[in-house]
């Protein structure tokens, strides 16, 4: 991790890498309803943020420098490797590229984006013939794609933690929870008893071991909403 050449001031790297992993996000999660977009919109601003440290200006190594320099003399923080400071300060010296941190991280970014592209998958047929979806992910959370934008935003700050977006981190999964109560009320009006059958056996965020099976829900189809997007 002394690596002495700088690695800021990229901004066409910032712009470039912003613009991929937020449209890789949209052609996964395809919003179309204004909420959808607000959804998507905390989702690239956290994204933007990120590569904005990563590859423009390191305000987070800036703002900490002098503890940094005390607390791990030797290292340049100035160079790309040094800002993946978990692996810093945990100790890894070697490529932080292969640090378990990174590669956790690389694990949720991945099964995020897997979660998201499934889950938009159900959603669609279910939207498609009018009825809830609980196949799929839906069998296991009820706002499967809201999980997967805070798995991903989690695997980010593994890589590369910063200030910023670890103030935004429960700022944005506050205003995802809060847009999700919403739905469901939306969801409960439209659907009745059957939207509140399929509550009672389903987390919303986190996923139990087993699910219970319940009795087939009225019109079901296979395919069943859980509100998002609905």
Known sequence: MTESSPAYGLWSLVAINSAIF???AASFFKPRSSRDWRTL??????????????????????????WLAARFPGV???????????????GWRANPHFGPFHILSAIL??????LLASAWKVLY????????????????????????FVVIM????LQWPTLITLAMFPVLVVAYVRLARREEREAEASFGADWQRYARTTPAFFPCRTKSRTHPIAGDRGEHSSGERS
């Open 22 to 24: 937020i449209l890789f």
């Open 41 to 66: 919109g905390m989702f690239s601003a956290f994204i933007v943020a990120l590569f904005a440290e990563m590859y423009g200006f390191p305000l987070t190594i800036y703002l900490l420098s002098g």
């Open 109 to 114: 970014i991945g099964g995020g984006f897997w």
């Open 76 to 90: 340049d923080f100035l160079s790309h490797d040094a800002g993946h400071l978990l692996e810093v300060m945990f």
């Open 125 to 148: 047929a279910a939207q498609a013939t009018g009825t809830l979806a609980t196949t799929g992910p839906y069998a296991r959370l009820r706002h499967p794609q809201y999980a997967a």
């Open 154 to 157: 989690a695997g980010f700050l």
